[in-house]
């Protein structure tokens, strides 16, 4: 089955209002801007979608990426293990003014909540939080004499993925630490968009060393040249342009 996309706006053309979407990336390392951009081009034409949950390790630095989709108003809730990064003004004020909801979760459980959403596996325990404001109202068990707190997976709608190749199939690989969260979260979404920097033939990757395999991706899109989010920012860069 070729799961190759014509363009950007077809890739995103299915996200609709109140869905749980995963973004890749840790910071701009694996971010799919160009897709964030499309999802937010989307809206501007037509209003939806909004009243998103996006699951993501941050939120988002400058006015471009994840910060200029939470900017546009489109997010809900924001599930992110790190949101004071770099320069997260957007967040945060859209925070302090009461627009947006965070779930505040541990890098290490974030990424294990998404893997288990993968490989349904629906709670697992783990000592990180006990005893802390994140514990609360979580069942909590002792194993070998130690508490342990249960969480829960974490599954989502879709997934907007950064990958480096990518083949007809929907075969993947990473660039370097660009691999991150993506491949956790290509497993656990009910649908997994991906922008890749190429688009090879099958039989182009290396079936060895493929990391995402096509069974958990359903759409390709190529993007030549990406941009990296921390390059934008230095520039000033705002998504869109008339929101400068």
Same mark, same amino acid.
């Given at each position: 089955?070729?799961?190759?996309?014509?363009?950007?706006?077809?890739?995103?053309?299915?996200?609709?209002?109140?869905?749980?979407?995963?973004?890749?990336?840790?910071?701009?390392?694996?971010?799919?801007?160009?897709? !964030?951009?499309?999802?937010?081009?989307?809206?501007?034409?037509?209003?939806?979608?909004? +009243?998103?949950?996006?699951?993501?390790?941050?939120?988002?630095?400058?006015?471009?990426?994840?910060?200029?989709?939470?900017?546009?108003?489109?997010?809900?809730?924001?599930?992110?293990?790190?949101?004071?990064?770099? +320069?997260?003004? !957007?967040?945060?004020?859209?925070?302090?003014?009461?627009?947006?909801?965070?779930?505040?979760?541990?890098?290490?459980?974030?990424?294990?909540?998404?893997?288990?959403?993968?490989?349904?596996?629906?709670?697992?325990?783990?000592?990180?939080?006990?005893?802390?404001?994140?514990?609360?109202?979580?069942?909590?068990?002792?194993?070998?004499?130690?508490?342990?707190?249960?969480?829960?997976?974490?599954?989502?709608?879709?997934?907007?993925?950064?990958?480096?190749?990518? +083949?007809?199939?929907?075969?993947?690989?990473?660039?370097?630490?660009?691999?991150?969260?993506?491949?956790?979260?290509?497993?656990?979404?009910?649908?997994?968009?991906?922008?890749?920097?190429?688009?090879?033939?099958?039989?182009?990757? +290396?079936?060895?060393?493929?990391?995402?395999?096509?069974?958990? !991706?359903?759409?390709?899109?190529?993007?030549?040249?990406?941009?990296?989010?921390?390059?934008?920012?230095?520039?000033?860069?705002?998504?869109?342009?008339?929101?400068?």
């Amino acid at each position: 089955m070729d799961k190759t996309l014509p363009d950007l706006a077809t890739a995103v053309a299915g996200i609709d209002d109140g869905m749980t979407v995963m973004i890749g990336g840790f910071g701009g390392s694996g971010a799919p801007i160009e897709l !964030v951009h499309a999802l937010i081009d989307r809206f501007l034409a037509t209003g939806h979608p909004k +009243d998103l949950t996006v699951v993501n390790n941050n939120a988002g630095n400058g006015h471009v990426g994840l910060a200029a989709l939470i900017e546009a108003g489109m997010v809900r809730k924001l599930i992110c293990s790190f949101p004071r990064s770099a +320069d997260p003004v !957007v967040f945060t004020e859209a925070y302090r003014a009461g627009a947006i909801e965070l779930e505040l979760v541990p890098q290490g459980t974030l990424a294990e909540r998404i893997r288990a959403g993968g490989a349904g596996i629906p709670a697992f325990y783990t000592p990180t939080s006990f005893g802390t404001d994140l514990a609360q109202g979580k069942p909590v068990e002792e194993f070998e004499g130690r508490p342990y707190v249960q969480e829960r997976w974490l599954k989502a709608d879709v997934a907007l993925v950064k990958a480096h190749l990518g +083949d007809r199939l929907g075969n993947l690989t990473y660039r370097m630490a660009g691999r991150n969260f993506n491949p956790l979260m290509c497993m656990a979404a009910a649908q997994t968009i991906v922008q890749v920097s190429h688009i090879v033939e099958p039989g182009g990757i +290396d079936p060895e060393a493929v990391v995402t395999p096509g069974i958990f !991706v359903q759409g390709v899109v190529e993007v030549a040249s990406p941009a990296q989010e921390e390059d934008l920012n230095r520039a000033g860069a705002v998504y869109p342009e008339a929101a400068a």
